[in-house]
């Protein structure tokens, strides 16, 4: 017999609209802002923390670039020049990188979805704690003179106790192991909420690009991190407990270092893209007036790219004397994963020439995404070649490689997405003017700086050295990337200056500033604690251009639908097809996140400091979180249907 | 989490609903991402064993405390299994005495597991094969142990009826992650046990 | 090998060519190696042009791609969009030919790439010099080997090859991982403790051939260079003799007590061979003199910079593995005079 609980749809009202947002509100105040589980307010601090992140780190750069603007200077010693190298690396990459973008999917997703919240909105919480007490933790420890200084990839032998004492490596390994623990949850949050709490009718071929982005980077990162929380994690065994998993002379292996930490670096870089690509593939038809040509293509293409980027790492040990049939099936792949890669370059070109493009800022920095991302691409596309390889590797051709990817294809997009989103997440409109110049000096102090340097690169300048020689033929050219590099920094103060004034002073934004087709463009902007009134459901992949596309005759249903006001709820929906299947209640605000997160960064750092009684304590500490945070307090979900009789 | 179950269900086979909850999900993400750790743990062990020059053991290790330890935890994860089944029923009773032997089997397998440890003639700093063999089986004692405590609150919690009368799946998520320590003990006893024998 | 010249692959490869034969009649880059002086070079520096090429090109065309993209000319329409589809895309057309022509593309270069790596990966003939290289924080201790061990002799960061002539290069590390890279001549083979990689190289013509740690080992990475000297084979054999010789034995006077300085303050750490001082942990010393750098390559060779190496290395190579000695002014005389005269 069949038990159906169907949900009544209604209006959307004044009156149910005060009522959820007494429902949802987090109280104001700092208590509120520690308690809070709104994914919009996590997405928020994720994004000024990694911001913040991608500044220091810049700064970094911007004084090593002092350093080799010419030769022979002596502007840093090469201790301090190895740390800086060493702490750049690691702020973009891991602590700005993907945090950037788990912030803006943060906020995105249940907006783009048509959902109220993430699936576990007190583990969304947890993982920016962890991310922002794991970056503290690195930065505290610098600022007292402790930091790394054997490179981001911290390569063993040289990052053993014996080569390298004092506490730098530790450091980097217990910071790196915390953050993971952040970005693990984070993935794991991102996939269910992906399964479980998509709008009705939102089937799998009707999300926007960017949740097939950080779907792929999330799941990716669930089989890939843990590669590298290992590799560490048996390094500090070594270092401080005497076991020899890398040490030379106990028969330790240099190689396993490399190759559990390139098992989890290549996904990594994908990662750290995918889901950017996904925002210019969200965002570019915008202003092209038109939607993305070849969907499907660049929907399998993005997984497609992750799948085959588990099978390429030894690419990055071509020269470490592994046997050539081993190197020729890592080299043949590493040329194969050129293709999904290309997919987007074509559909977004198509895209633009198939459409009316408005030449805004943000289009501007999704279109110059386009050129940087083939810059880049190419140059990985030479190293893909073994013989070609062990010349490029460790010169500064493969430095100019990485900042054309990771620049091109993560910081603008980025910045796109931010002139993009900010206006729904503020209410406020970014200034066109500063963003034109902001975006122009940019572009250019970007390839000023690191266009030349694919000479520098093939002129045999090695990476990682804190100064070079008058006679190498390399003056000039880096002269010219110092100068490049002081041109994007103005880009970005530029930016910072934009955002600040645009805060107080910028034009009021609408719900749809820019006229685009997905959901999260049918709340106010800024959009009430509860997102939706009433839940939409979902009849094509762009709900708010139906009627004028008349691609079909559905229609999505945005102002009617089930209300879910019964305390915090949200419409679970099944993983394919997206037919609602359950409610869901969801949690209050809670400060169990917070402790937990400090709980666990404490462990770490008394892993650290080597302190057993620090590490029992906040062990227990801990626990008892986990255990406030799991007490089964009630319904948690209520299936629609049971099984037929 | 809470399934409806229609009234007078009792009979009716395991309601579709556990498969439909949130936890259940996070769970199995996670099983993904720590059984993830412990194959590159094993990758380690596989890579080490053909390119180290260090000592490697040429007698296999002893099975004499590890395969009696391998079969007491297999039968841990038919008792929960068994208690799993006996909730979903409304056997609350039946349930909590599962979980009770799961529980006992496990703290048993650990106490074992340790004077195994005691008894190696190695140790984790003689060598490389040391350092991988307690690192991976010391991982997964520690996931045994935080299955442990995962079982003490789940009795805690089915013992008070807080459970019961909202009919979670915290069973159901309790019992996945014990499946999967034993799951991950088959794999490292393969490893570090049987292949020797093979070679 | 020859058959990678003479069969160039496509238009691509003339001009790499063209600029690998040009040799020293343009001023390169002394680490550059888009020329290449040597046979396993030349393959290699090819396949770079080969790929450069195709890269500027494909950069070039989608660039301009997504310039027309943006600027072309289009119909005006009378709202702001977006407009239903009218016509029908061929996303297969678009994609289909894209995504193909890449394929075919990245085809040729595997095979490319494995032709080279195939054509490299040996020596055409037995070499018929043996060097042994290690890497040290932050110097290369290089060792001839030789069929009798009597043969075999050391030197540091300088090598002479016969010119013409394949040379094996076995590569081992003291300490952390390093990379022996000569560019003119061979890519990177990395230097990784505990194990034993091995390469070649082979000059075509005499000349000297800058070379460069290729992996980031420590403070001193960025003075961590190396040289190896091609020299026509009746040279190279003068060379050889001369360094399997007995370290010059120091005049009266001066350089001998400068010997017996040595001995004592630096024979703990460096070898001359014929003498007291049989250290392991530096450099050989025994024909200082016949190198053109100190110190794997931070200095020139004059007594100069000799004296002021030895009188404080932490100045010069900060976190140099040599300590400061403290000899007074007439020891560090002696010294200098006694090394001077190491040829």
Same mark, same amino acid.
């Given at each position: ?69 010419? %030769? ?28 950037? =973008?788990?912030?803006?999917? *943060? ?11 993430? &699936? ?22 610098? &600022? ?19 080569? *390298? ?39 799998? *071929? ?71 690509? +996904? ?43 592994? %046997? ?8 043949? &792949? ?41 810059? +880049? ?8 070649? @073994? ?25 603008? %997009? ?43 690169? =093939? ?13 190498? +033929? ?25 955002? @600040? ?139 629609? /249907?049971?099984?037929?009789? | ?5 229609? !009234? ?52 296999? =290790? ?61 140790? $984790? ?75 | ?70 600027? /072309? ?16 895309? !061929? ?19 595997? +095979? ?28 290369? /201790? ?9 043969? *075999? ?140 750098? =100190? ?17 404080? %290395? ?11 000695? $403290? ?17």
């Amino acid at each position: 017999m069949a038990n159906t609980m169907t949900i009544p749809a209604v209006q959307e009202t004044p009156e149910l609209r005060a009522r959820l947002d007494r429902i949802w509100e987090t109280p104001k105040g700092f208590a509120g802002w520690l308690s809070s589980v709104d994914h919009k307010s996590i997405g928020i601090r994720y994004i000024v923390t990694a911001f913040a992140l991608l500044v220091i780190g810049g700064i970094e750069a911007l004084i090593m670039r002092l350093q080799l603007a010419r %030769p022979n200077q002596q502007i840093l010693t090469p201790a301090q020049y190895n740390e800086l190298f060493t702490m750049h690396g690691i702020s973009m990459i891991f602590w700005y990188a993907s945090p950037i =973008l788990s912030g803006f999917s *943060n906020y995105l997703w249940p907006l783009i979805l048509g959902s109220r919240d993430m &699936a576990f909105p007190r583990l969304n919480a947890l993982s920016y704690w962890i991310y922002l007490f794991s970056g503290v933790f690195l930065y505290a420890a610098f &600022a007292i003179g402790i930091a790394p200084n054997a490179g981001w990839f911290d390569y063993v032998p040289y990052a053993n106790q014996q080569y *390298n004492p004092g506490q730098g490596i530790d450091v980097y390994a217990m910071a790196l192991i915390l953050l993971g623990i952040s970005t693990t949850v984070g993935a794991i949050n991102f996939v269910v909420t992906l399964m479980r709490t998509r709008a009705a009718g939102m089937s799998i *071929n009707r999300m926007p690009i960017l949740v097939w982005g950080t779907l792929t980077a999330s799941a990716g990162n669930i089989l890939a991190v843990p590669a590298v929380s290992l590799a560490f994690f048996l390094l500090w065994l070594d270092r401080r407990f005497g076991t020899h998993f890398y040490d030379v002379p106990a028969g330790g292996q240099p190689l396993l270092w490399q190759h559990l930490f390139w098992m989890f670096g290549h996904p990594w870089v994908y990662a750290i893209v995918l889901p950017a690509m +996904g925002m210019v593939s969200d965002g570019l038809p915008t202003f092209c007036r038109r939607p993305l040509v070849g969907y499907t293509l660049v929907a399998l293409a993005t997984v497609l790219t992750m799948v085959i980027g588990f099978g390429v790492w030894v690419h990055h040990m071509f020269a470490t004397g592994l %046997p050539d049939i081993g190197m020729s099936f890592f080299s043949a &792949a590493s040329f194969v994963i050129v293709i999904p890669s290309a997919v987007a370059v074509f559909a977004w070109t198509a895209t633009i020439a198939l459409g009316r493009p408005q030449l805004t800022t943000a289009f501007l920095f999704f279109a110059s995404t386009i050129v940087l991302f083939v810059i +880049g691409g190419v140059s990985g596309f030479m190293t893909a070649s @073994v013989p070609a390889d062990w010349q490029f590797t460790d010169t500064y051709f493969i430095v100019a490689h990485i900042h054309y990817v990771l620049i091109g294809i993560n910081v603008f %997009p980025v910045l796109g997405a931010l002139y993009y989103w900010f206006p729904k997440m503020s209410g406020r409109m970014l200034s066109e003017r500063l963003g034109q110049w902001n975006f122009w000096l940019m572009f250019i102090g970007f390839n000023l700086a690191f266009l030349p340097m694919h000479l520098t690169g =093939l002129w045999g300048m090695p990476r990682r050295v804190y100064t070079y020689g008058a006679d190498f +033929g390399w003056n000039t050219l880096n002269m010219i990337t110092t100068i490049g590099s002081f041109v994007l920094a103005l880009g970005v103060l530029l930016l910072i200056v934009n955002v @600040v004034m645009s805060l107080f002073r910028g034009a009021a934004a609408g719900p749809n500033p820019w006229d685009a087709a997905t959901l999260e463009c049918a709340t106010p902007s800024p959009p009430p604690p509860y997102n939706f009134a009433v839940l939409p459901t979902v009849a094509s992949r762009h709900p708010l251009w139906e009627d004028r596309l008349q691609e079909s005759d559905e229609r999505s249903r945005i102002t009617v639908g089930p209300a879910l006001d019964n305390g915090r709820e949200a419409l679970a929906t099944s993983p394919i097809d997206a037919q609602p299947d359950a409610i869901l209640k969801m949690p209050e605000d809670s400060y169990a996140p917070l402790v937990l997160g400090l709980a666990l960064s404490a462990l770490f750092v008394s892993m650290l400091a080597m302190s057993l009684p620090g590490v029992l304590c906040s062990f227990a500490v801990g626990l008892i979180a986990m255990l406030i945070w799991l007490w089964p307090a009630g319904l948690s979900f209520r299936p629609l /249907r049971t099984t037929d009789g | 989490m809470v399934d409806a179950v229609a !009234s007078g269900a009792e009979e009716q086979a395991r309601s579709p609903s556990i498969a439909r909850s949130s936890g259940w999900w996070g769970i199995i993400f996670t099983i993904a991402t720590e059984g993830a750790v412990f194959a590159y743990l094993l990758f380690s062990y596989y890579y080490m064993a053909i390119s180290s020059h260090a000592t490697w053991p040429t007698a296999p =290790l002893s099975l004499k405390l590890a395969l009696p330890n391998t079969l007491i935890l297999l039968l841990s994860s038919g008792t929960i299994w068994w208690a799993e089944r006996q909730y979903s029923t409304g056997k609350s009773t039946n349930a909590l005495l599962g979980l009770v032997v799961t529980f006992i089997l496990g703290a048993i397998f650990v106490s074992i597991q340790m004077v195994e440890w005691h008894q190696m003639s190695f140790s $984790p700093t003689s060598g490389p094969y040391g350092s991988l063999y307690f690192t991976t089986t010391g991982f997964h004692v520690a996931h045994v142990v935080v299955g442990l405590l995962i079982l003490l609150a789940l009795i805690g919690w089915v013992a008070s009826g807080i459970l019961e009368d909202r009919r979670q799946n915290a069973v159901s998520v309790g019992a996945a992650y014990w499946h999967f320590v034993d799951a991950v003990w088959l794999s490292v006893f393969f490893t570090y046990y049987l292949t020797p024998y093979l070679s | 090998m020859a058959g990678i010249r003479e069969s160039s692959i496509g238009i691509a490869a003339l001009p790499a060519t063209a600029i690998i034969y040009s040799g020293p009649a343009f001023a390169d880059p002394p680490l550059s190696y888009l020329s290449a002086f040597g046979p396993k070079a030349d393959s290699t520096a090819s396949l770079t042009w080969g790929l450069l090429i195709i890269s500027i090109l494909v950069t070039a065309v989608m660039t301009g791609l997504v310039i027309w993209a943006i600027f /072309r000319k289009r119909a005006p329409v009378s709202g702001p969009g977006p407009e239903p589809e009218t016509h029908h895309i !061929s996303t297969f057309n678009i994609f289909g030919w894209g995504l193909g022509l890449t394929a075919l593309i990245l085809a040729g270069c595997v +095979g490319w790439t494995m032709m080279t790596l195939a054509a490299i990966d040996q020596p055409p003939k037995t070499p018929a010099v043996n060097i042994e290289v290690t890497g040290n924080q932050w110097w290369w /201790r290089v060792r001839y080997l030789n069929d009798e061990p009597s043969k *075999n002799f050391d030197t540091a960061n300088e090598m002479h090859i016969p010119a013409g002539e394949p040379v094996k290069v076995t590569l081992r590390s003291e300490d952390v991982i390093h990379s022996f890279w000569v560019p003119s001549l061979s890519g990177k083979t990395d230097v990784i403790p505990g194990q034993l990689n091995t390469t070649w190289i082979e000059a075509r013509e005499p000349g000297t051939y800058q070379g460069q740690c290729g992996e980031y080992c420590g403070l001193q990475h960025a003075h961590m260079q190396f040289k190896v000297i091609a020299d026509k084979p009746a040279d190279y054999l003068a060379w050889r003799d001369n360094q399997l010789k007995l370290a010059p034995t120091p005049a009266p006077g001066d350089p001998q007590a400068g010997l017996v300085v040595f001995e004592k303050r630096c024979g703990a750490c460096h070898a001359v061979r014929g003498t007291m001082a049989g250290g392991y942990l530096g450099p050989n010393l025994s024909h200082l003199m016949t190198r053109s750098t =100190l110190a794997a390559g931070t200095l020139p060779a004059d007594q100069g910079d000799l004296a002021g190496w030895i009188s404080d %290395p932490q100045s010069v190579k900060p976190g140099t593995r040599m300590p400061h000695v $403290p000899l007074s002014g007439d020891e560090m005389q002696l010294v200098i005079t006694y090394l001077s005269s190491l040829n």
